[in-house]
């Protein structure tokens, strides 16, 4: 069995009969939707037309929300259906990423993921789902497209039909009859408030942490009446001085033809500012201990312990931190051992979880022998298996550094974070951060000059190495897509542009390259601190900006 869905936009009446008994049926909040109907609006007046298009899980023959899912919260059953299981699910909004449709979102009050999963409860049963049986029109068709004899498989072989977003190579088997261009691809049309009627906006950027709200209802009556938000009229005055059926006015610009989304379900960004702080953090712990095992393994300075046990502990302390913030982002985090004790071993979040518990065991392990070296209590033994702990924790945390490269590899609805230059670029980053702060380090706790000397030249290395491929290899290079294009223009010529160009660029490269040709220590640490700043303002416009883009 292989259960689909054709939407037949040929009879479609926007009725939203279909979002109204998906909400009965499956319990789903307000605020949320397993299913909702799109409206594009076309043409110039008189001579306009209302596409109407619902819109769903996929449930995709080829699922990235189930691959990237680390406790298997959301998986494909054996006749298609991609299903989710609250009860294991930590809330980490992976699959969210991953969803190339906006189809996935968190419950408000069970706060784990949800979408829609066909009904499968009716589907057991022999039944069809809630939004099929409800549709006026006989607009929705669900069956198993393995049986001839179904009736989607006799509209599949007899009609021409589309699905969106085929590039991406999910499969999906959501299909749609006579599908509008301007309604399927989601970045065809600006998304303006003032053009909604009376649908639900939410900021995209909100203030109170997790989960945003919407405008006042005031605003949204000025919306629907067609008055702009001074409660002047939208629409160009007639005679009489009565608004007249005529183009949208734009800030004072007449639309010569019109194509607008009218209606649509929003939909929140779901991850903020734990993330790239996550990223910076991981990048000092891993980098730290990188640059002390680089430079001892490779005999470019001499061991010195008390560097190394001042260095160790705040690699430890770095990495604790960074676990604390991915707990801290989920929405269940008293869930957070599932991804230890059910691990999904294709996510790399499961991945990662199990490189960042190795290199704490042997960064940890390595500190505590090193200690005890330094206190009298075994220094024979923290020399014999020094060479072992340093080049298996350099092993473990390369591997921290860019398994979050990895994973965002498979966060297939952002497509910029699909960059084959990314694992090499948070590599870059580590040993930027890490050995800056070893610099910085420097100021309170005096290190061998030979020390000093490799650690300034790594960090300013990596300063010139990090600037090259983030100006010529992320941004300077054509992108593969059209969505990852847009979000790079975002961050280097758009919402994000001073957070790169001065946060990152200028504070986090330029000005750390000039201290430290200064010389000394003072200059050397605030170059560190220039840099480790100028990392977040990075990393918060390269997480932000992709997830602006939509999706549906």
């Known amino acids: 069995m292989n259960y689909g869905f054709i939407i037949d936009n040929r009879k479609c009446i926007g009725c939203h009969a279909c979002s109204t008994a998906c909400k009965s049926e499956n319990e789903v909040p307000l605020g949320v939707y397993r299913t909702w109907v799109k409206y594009v609006e076309t043409g110039t007046y008189p001579h306009t037309r209302r596409h109407f298009q619902v819109t769903r899980c996929n449930h995709c023959a080829n699922p990235p929300c189930v691959r990237i899912c680390p406790v298997t919260a959301m998986y494909q059953r054996a006749d298609g259906i991609v299903e989710f299981d609250g009860d294991v699910c930590i809330g980490c909004k992976a699959c969210m990423q991953a969803c190339p449709y906006d189809a996935i979102y968190i419950d408000p009050e069970t706060h784990t993921a949800a979408k829609c999963h066909y009904c499968a409860h009716r589907v057991d049963l022999g039944l069809e789902p809630a939004c099929v049986v409800v549709c006026p029109e006989h607009a929705i068709i669900a069956g198993d497209m393995d049986d001839p004899n179904s009736e989607i498989s006799r509209l599949l072989a007899r009609e021409e039909v589309v699905v969106r977003k085929p590039e991406q190579g999910t499969a999906p088997k959501l299909f749609y009859i006579d599908g509008n261009d301007a309604a399927m691809h989601p970045t065809a049309t600006p998304r303006t408030p003032t053009t909604f009627m009376w649908a639900d906006t939410i900021p995209l950027h909100p203030d109170n942490g997790h989960h945003g709200g919407g405008p006042s209802l005031v605003a949204l009556a000025e919306q629907a009446a067609g008055r702009s938000a001074k409660g002047e009229p939208i629409r160009t005055p007639g005679p009489q001085g009565l608004p007249q059926p005529g183009p949208i006015q734009f800030g004072g610009k007449v639309a010569e033809h019109m194509v607008q989304v009218a209606y649509n379900a929003q939909h929140q960004i779901p991850w903020h500012w734990p993330v790239p702080a996550y990223l910076v953090t991981k990048g000092i712990g891993s980098g730290i201990f990188m640059s002390l095992a680089l430079g001892v393994g490779l005999g470019l300075f001499a061991f010195d312990g008390l560097t190394a046990i001042v260095g160790g502990l705040f690699s430890l302390l770095f990495i604790g931190l960074t676990t604390g913030l991915l707990v801290y982002d989920l929405e269940r985090p008293e869930r957070f051992l599932s991804i230890l004790l059910r691990p999904q071993w294709k996510s790399w979040l499961t991945r990662g979880a199990f490189i960042l518990v190795g290199f704490t065991l042997v960064a940890g392990l390595w500190w505590l022998v090193e200690l ?34 990895f994973l965002f590899g498979q966060a297939e609805g952002r497509d910029l974070w699909q960059s084959p230059l990314l694992p090499m670029h948070l590599l870059v980053q580590a040993l930027m951060v890490g050995s800056g702060f070893l610099l910085l380090l420097d100021l309170f706790l005096p290190m061998p000059g030979e020390m000093v000397q490799v650690l300034r030249a790594l960090f300013g290395a990596s300063l010139v190495v990090d600037i090259l491929v983030t100006l010529l290899g992320e941004f300077g290079m054509p992108h593969a897509s059209e969505v990852a294009a847009q979000a790079a223009h975002e961050i280097s010529h758009g919402r994000y542009r001073h957070l790169f160009w001065w946060g990152s660029l200028v504070v986090g490269h330029l000005v750390p390259l ?22 977040y303002a990075f990393e918060h416009a390269f997480v932000m900006a992709p997830q602006e883009i939509p999706n549906s």
Request: charged share 0%; no cysteine; hydrophobic share 65%.
């Open 514 to 535: 000039a201290l430290l040709a200064m010389g000394g220590a003072f200059p050397a640490a605030v170059a560190a601190l220039a840099a480790i700043g100028g990392l």
């Open 372 to 405: 005890g070296g330094a206190l009298g209590i075994w220094p024979g033994l923290a020399q014999g298996l020094r060479p072992l702990f340093l080049w298996l924790g350099l092993l473990l945390a390369g591997g921290t550094a860019v398994y979050t490269a």
